[in-house]
């Protein structure tokens, strides 16, 4: 087919089209020989027009594989030769549009088996899929197929065999139909059995030498890390309450968390949690410092609360916003071909920065020359923990508090050396979701902390994006950006961000975030559900979004993927809410929901822990406990009340203000001045509680006789 008359001038402007976008993924793309289009109507009303297919790219500025494809096939002349002539070619953000991605990633799965970034799809000017895949180097190489004759078969196939793509088409809506449908018409269970059934398939795909679950790649699941907390407090279960402490110290001393950083990577390519994919996402640091707080809460142990703190750390040091909020992510790399030298270590820059004993403990303690060396290059090491201190420091003629002390000038050390480094990109871009997840996570690890400026942190997210990205109407917009807020509609951007207010508000008992997220709940109650009493992703009403392509089939996402799915959390929004004042109707909504939400997801296992652990919240009084007192007495038992872990625990320094409400019972006897725990499970008050040690066991058993 002939290039469009108008192909020159379209590439012409291809750089200014993408240079002012708002997405550092998009501006990064501006150099580059392709005519990219955004995301909108005009490049599907130019592929009508001409009769040619889409080209579709989705990645983010974090993703390894979107560079090196930006680098190296979108930088090939040839390639953009072949798009130019026989395609419209659009680039779009995973992050600034998630909802674009979600339908676009079910559909090559549903094609291919496959999914992931870079998302490369070939679509029909009306925005259905028919071929697609992940990466394409632009010439044959790494078992895959160059993205050159990629281009010319698929220009091929839409040229001379319409009926493939059509058929391919077809196939994709099936196999969509099919998946949609599952459990719509299957016999209820009892939710007890759903529960058991996540329960039992959680444990089968645990990994019982390396902790987590899965095998390679292996990715953290912080939503399955709470579920078993949960069944280990629902059910007495030692057996989860071992898993999730071995998986939440495992992932700690891999290479998969930042040694030196702190902070989280997105996964391990290995199942023993040593050699990372090197980009920093906040939504998985968010969702994981909301699991290691809980963690920290139920046992106490030291690796956990440091490695709490060490997430708090990196997301101050790199993603905090001075004027309020949280910024997206970290890239994994800094040059063209890179990939993860920042974040490690040859011997000969280990023996510049160290003294021979700090190199001779460091090289021990974190594993150098063993399990974490790069792939492509052996002499470079992630650094992970391979030894306790006193093992490391066996022979070397160093006492413990002479092995803690190397060990921390040699840390120190590394950390200067790897601050003069070249540091990757951070995309500073706010999105509700990530932050209603960061305050959520700083909320409860400031908390349980102690640290009034880590909920300070969350106040000021908070804060922003109400006063900034909040409208009644409307909700909260995905997106806040330099010229205001935009992206309004997304069910996952209110969910999160409920949970997050609500969070907060037990942090601080303000009644402004409980009002804030009633205001969401209710939003969400009006705009949201779908015909089959799901939650759909977007609400027509509300999407400020062009409708294009695949854009009018709703989507709703049930399953945690891996972090917790906005039904799920919606759901959890909603027991959370019933806790504040022991509403049934909040209850209610929640039941209601979850009734619709489980046929569906019935066999998803791990990635229906968020939902398995709402519906087993529902038959879980909240537990709150008041304060009453003043003095080091009063200290200590707040101290330990927020240090402690229940499910759905609240607590309050003297009587709080209303939406807040307790039992009457709660504060009807006069202390007499002496300080005291004044705790409540649902609308049972116990005994007033003075020794602050009898909380921890207290709220485990949920106020009966189990320990």
Known sequence: MAPDEDADATE????????????????????????????????????????????????????????????????DGEVARLLRQNFVAVKVDRDENPEVDRRYQRQVSALTGQGGWPLTAFLT?????????????????????????????????????????????????EALQRHEHAG??????????????????????????????????????????SFLLFESFARNDALSAARARETLLRMADGGMYDQLGGGFHRYSVDEAWHIPHFEKMGA??????????????????????????????????????????????????????????????????????????????ASRYYGVGSDGRMPHDPDRNVLYRLLPVAEAAAGLDLSPEDADRTLGRAVAKLRAARAARNAPFVDRALYADLNGSFVRGFASAGQFLGDASVVHRAKAAADRFLRDAFDADRGVAHLLAADGASGFGHLEDQAKFALGLLELAGATAEPRYVDAADALLELIGRE????????????????????????????YPLEDNPHLAANAAVALAYLRRAGVSDEERWRGKARELLAHIVPRIEGAGLFASGTALAVGLLETPAARIVIDGEGAAATALRRSAERSWH?????????????????????????????????????????????????????????????
């Open 284 to 361: 998985d640091n968010a969702a994981l410092l909301y699991a290691y707080a809980e963690g920290a809460r139920r046992f106490g142990d030291p690796r956990i609360v440091e490695t709490a703190q060490g997430i708090v750390g990196w997301t101050d040091a790199t993603l905090v916003d001075p004027s309020g909020g949280f910024g997206a992510s970290q890239d994994a790399d800094n040059a063209p071909g890179d990939d993860g030298n920042y974040f490690t270590w040859s011997r000969s820059e280990l023996k510049a920065a160290l003294a021979p004993d700090e190199l001779k403990l």
């Open 12 to 75: 012409a402007r291809a750089g200014r089209r993408l240079a002012g976008a708002r997405s550092a993924y998009l501006r990064g793309a501006a150099e580059q020989p392709i005519a990219w289009y955004p995301w909108g109507p005009e490049p599907f009303e130019i592929a009508r027009r001409r009769n040619v297919p889409i080209l579709l790219d989705i990645g983010a500025v974090w993703c390894h594989w979107c560079h090196v494809m930006d680098e190296g096939t979108y930088s």
């Open 528 to 555: 949201f559900p779908g015909p089959e009493g799901l939650l759909r992703d977007l609400a027509p009403r509300i999407y400020d979004g062009p409708t294009v392509g695949s854009l009018a089939t709703p989507a």
């Open 647 to 707: 499910p759905n625990l609240w607590v309050f320094d003297g009587q709080p203000p209303e939406p807040f409400s307790l039992p009457g019972e709660l504060g009807s006897t006069p202390s007499g001045g002496a300080a005291r725990a004044l705790v409540c499970f649902g609308t049972r008050c116990l005994a007033p509680v003075t020794d602050p040690g009898a909380l921890p066991s207290l709220l485990r058993s949920g106020g009966d006789a189990r320990a």
């Open 184 to 225: 719509a018409h299957a016999t209820p269970r009892p939710v007890g059995a759903f529960v058991a059934s996540v329960h039992d398939q959680v444990h089968q795909s645990y990994d019982p030498v390396n902790g987590g679950f899965g095998f390679a790649p292996k990715f953290p699941h912080p939503t399955a890390v």
């Open 125 to 173: 000017p009306g925005g259905e899929v028919f071929l697609g895949g992940t990466y394409f180097p632009p010439e044959d190489g790494l078992g895959r197929p160059g993205f050159r004759r990629v281009l010319k078969e698929v220009a091929r196939i839409w040229r001379e065999e319409p009926e493939k793509a059509t058929a391919n088409v077809r196939a994709v809506d």
